[in-house]
């Protein structure tokens, strides 16, 4: 074995190596023998040791367990020297990662930024269409409405034709005017009940009334108060002739308890509109004295034309003189509320006893007080 190990040696090598070898043979054979695995690397690498020593001719060590302890404490030097290696290049890797997570957080917070844009655009637009089709929508329905107003109004047109001989009553007359416009049946309902239907044409009469005056401004500017009121009244009575065969039956449908407000209030629109016509331009309390008690007149008037049979209704024309003077010398004297009162009071009784004549027993009413 040592001539296997020294075969390389010069022989002034080999007499100062063989006396260390001699003296290390005992511990290797005892190593061998114990056949410890973790000692053949020690051995080997004393060996190589050894062999170094030779060709360089420095001292060799002795024994091969300070060769292990040497070899133990550089590779412990070597785990140290890796785990701070490994250590640098964690610290490396983390390091390397930062502008990597910094820019994974700007891109999430621009996409967060870019979603929230398209959120706020979509309200946006959802809040600008919302606002269009509210727009739309009333447009549409402002154009319904006259639609509807214009159809209504040849459906009423049509069905005051069909009132002489059908009446107000039983929508018999509504009906007619559906089937004569080649519309459904159930348009008959644009009219609204019986006593709906006597309203649409006090309201239209009215109307009528309006545009009548407004073009004889000219001519009436010619005449006095009284006679333009006589005017303005006559001409609105006169609207009644072609129904006045079914004008009770008018009367009793408008003095229904559901009906009587509407039909107050058109009474009072027609009795502005004659003393707008006739220039009255008062501001004081005698605004409403007037007003109040040209509605008597009219309604005092109407149920007398009633059961008028004198040809051209002259009787009729008589009694609106009678009455428009006695109004006209009642609203001199009313200049206090007490005054007011009485008046409206006796309008309004004179009309409800005539009202109430009539449809009590179908009697002609007595003339106007």
């Known amino acids: ?34 056949g410890g695995a973790a000692r053949q690397g020690p051995l080997a690498a004393w060996q190589q040791q050894l062999v170094r020593q030779s060709q360089t001719g420095a001292t060799p060590s002795s024994d091969p367990e300070s060769h292990s302890t040497s070899a133990a404490g550089a590779a412990g030097a070597a785990g140290s020297l890796g785990a701070a290696s490994g250590d640098a290049h964690a610290a490396a890797h983390a390091a390397g990662q ?16 870019q979603h929230y844009s398209e959120q ?42 069909h009132v002489p001989q059908l009446g107000w009553s039983g929508g018999a007359a509504a009906a007619a005017a559906a089937a004569e416009l080649g519309l459904s049946p159930a348009a008959a309902g644009m009219l609204g009940s019986d006593a709906q239907l006597v309203q649409l044409f006090v309201e239209d009469c009215n109307r009528r009334l309006e545009a009548q005056l407004a073009e004889r ?11 333009r009121l006589r005017e303005g009244l006559q001409a609105r009575l006169s609207m009644l002739e072609p129904y006045m065969a079914r004008w009770p039956q008018a009367l009793s449908l408008l003095a229904q308890p ?87 009071g006796g309008a309004a009784g004179a009309v409800l006893a005539q009202i109430g004549s009539l449809l009590g027993g179908g009697r002609r009413p007595g003339p106007p007080l």
């Open 1 to 34: 074995m040592l001539r296997v190990m020294f075969r390389g040696a010069r022989p002034s090598d080999l007499q100062r190596l063989l006396p260390a070898a001699a003296a290390a043979l005992p511990a290797a054979a005892a190593a061998a023998s114990s």
């Open 98 to 113: 930062a502008p990597h997570h910094a820019q994974q957080h700007h891109e999430q917070h621009v996409h967060e930024q």
């Open 120 to 161: 706020q655009h979509t309200y946006d637009q959802y809040a600008y269409d919302s606002e269009a089709d509210e727009q739309q929508q009333h447009y549409q329905r402002a154009e319904d409405d006259a639609e509807f107003q214009q159809q209504r109004q040849r459906l009423l047109s049509a069905a005051l034709k």
């Open 217 to 227: 401004q000219v001519e009436l500017a010619q005449l006095d108060v009284r006679e």
């Open 258 to 344: 559901a009906a009587a407000p509407r039909t107050l209030a058109l009474y009072a629109e027609l009795s502005d509109a004659i003393w707008h016509a006739s220039g009255d331009t008062s501001t004081d309390l005698s605004w409403y004295t007037k007003r109040a008690l040209l509605v008597g007149v009219y309604s005092a008037t109407e149920l007398y034309m009633v059961n008028d049979c004198s040809p051209g209704y002259a009787d009729t024309w008589a009694a609106l003189d009678r009455r428009l003077n006695e109004a006209l010398e009642l609203g001199k004297g009313a200049q206090d509320a007490s005054t007011l009162v009485d008046a409206m």
